[in-house]
T-cell receptor, first 110, second 116 residues
Framework: EDKVVQSPLSLVVHEGDTVTLNCSYE??????LLWYKQEKKAPTFLFML????IEKKSGRLSSILDKKELFSILNITATQTGDSAIYLC??????????FGTGTRLKVLA | KAGVTQTPRYLIKTRGQQVTLSCSPI?????VSWYQQTPGQGLQFLFE???????NKGNFPGRFSGRQFSNSRSEMNVSTLELGDSALYLC???????????????FGEGSWLTVV
């Protein structure tokens, strides 16, 4: 059965810390891996990864995919209180369906 | 460019009633998918539509149904509501829904359904 597992489930850090969120997957017919940030509303898109080893970067956030070991990481450097959210990982298959992990709840303390 | 629009945003229904939720995708997007989000289960896939055809369906009972119109707008319906149907229902749109590069899915704000 296809599955996407995120870790840790939650973490609390202080402003300025660097965090690494993990997403591992076992999915047939892998097409892409997506990261989303969800505050108290709809998930907002962060990154889409399709190729191994190519880092995607946006400001303090970056992500990379390892298709051999079947995982991705999302890094956030110099965290701010505005980074507090649930971070979701989703894997796109070839059957018009995205499988989501349960998310990592990040809380950044001032 | 307008985003994904969902209506209504909030609603309260009584057990046994039915509900219809609406979703207008981003202009040009032809794939619309629906997800149920609850605290314990995360995002669960309901179904996906493209060109008025359902291409995939998640593991939900037949009380959950959907459809897509020729303008790509979509509706989902839940009949005979149960307390456990209380959730955030999210609609997402993409160009083709294939998961391939360039086919990012974008979410609407969601419809918060409370069943009492």
């Amino acid at each position: 059965e296809d599955k996407v597992v995120q870790s840790p489930l939650s973490l609390v850090v202080h402003e300025g810390d660097t965090v690494t969120l993990n997403c591992s997957y076992e999915v047939t017919n892998f097409r892409s891996l997506l990261w989303y940030k969800q505050e108290k509303k709809a998930p907002t898109f962060l990154f889409m990864l399709t190729s191994s080893g190519i880092e995607k970067k946006s400001g303090r956030l970056s992500s990379i995919l390892d298709k051999k070991e079947l995982f991705s990481i999302l890094n956030i450097t110099a965290t701010q209180t505005g980074d507090s959210a649930i971070y979701l990982c989703a894997v796109g298959r070839g059957t018009y369906k995205y499988i989501f992990g349960t998310g990592t709840r990040l809380k950044v303390l001032a | 460019k307008a985003g994904v629009t969902q209506t209504p945003r909030y609603l309260i229904k009584t057990r046994g009633q039915q509900v219809t939720l609406s979703c207008s995708p981003i202009s040009g997007h032809r794939s619309v998918s629906w997800y149920q989000q609850t605290p314990g289960q995360g995002l669960q896939f309901l179904f996906e539509y493209f060109s008025e055809t359902q291409r995939n369906k998640g593991n939900f009972p037949g009380r959950f149904s959907g459809r897509q119109f020729s303008n790509s707008r979509s509706e989902m319906n839940v009949s005979t509501l149960e307390l456990g149907d209380s959730a955030l229902y999210l609609c997402a749109s993409s160009l083709s829904g294939t998961g391939l590069s360039g086919n990012t899915i974008y979410f609407g704000e969601g419809s918060w359904l409370t069943v009492v």
